[in-house]
Structures are given as structure tokens and as C-alpha cells.
């Protein structure tokens, strides 16, 4: 659901899903990545930089350069 709403561009609700998954299962890397993504969309760069480095710690395959994707998509 939290990708449904991402892909949708309803990046507020996606938030609040992708913070679900967080809270259901911290080491979801995929969910802080995606979760940095809404946050970028939103104007959130502080934040979503914080979850994009998170997602790097937990994935090192996950880059935290801001210019990459955060879906890990080119």
C-alpha cells in the first residue's frame, strides 16, 4: 500500500505507510529509501537524507547520493 501511494504521487500518505513498515520492521532498508524518496517530494531534504543514509547502513547497495533514485531504480 505505501508503494501504491508513492506511485500515485500521494506522498503524504506514503509517508505515513512507508513510517508503518518502519515501525513494524527497522531494518527494512527499502521502506527508509522509499520513505526518503516521499520525503524529497515533499520538500522534507533533511529528513529524507537522514532515512537515505539509514538505508545505506542497513544495505550498502542502496547509495545516499541524492541524485540516485531512492527506489534504487537508474
Known amino acids: 500500500r505505501a ?3 508513492h506511485d500515485a504521487g500521494r506522498y503524504a500518505k506514503a ?3 512507508y513510517t508503518r ?3 513494524r520492521d527497522p531494518e ?3 521502506a527508509y529509501a522509499n520513505r526518503a524518496d ?3 517530494q515533499l520538500g522534507l531534504t533533511n529528513e529524507a ?3 537515505l543514509l539509514q538505508a545505506e547502513k542497513l544495505d ?3 547509495t545516499a547520493e ?3 533514485d531512492a527506489r534504487g531504480t537508474p
Open 3 to 5: 508503494y501504491a501511494e
Open 15 to 17: 509517508r505515513g505507510w
Open 21 to 23: 513498515v518502519i515501525e
Open 28 to 30: 527494512n532498508a527499502w
Open 38 to 40: 516521499v520525503l524529497w
Open 49 to 51: 537524507n537522514h532515512d
Open 60 to 62: 550498502p547497495s542502496i
Open 66 to 68: 541524492p541524485e540516485a
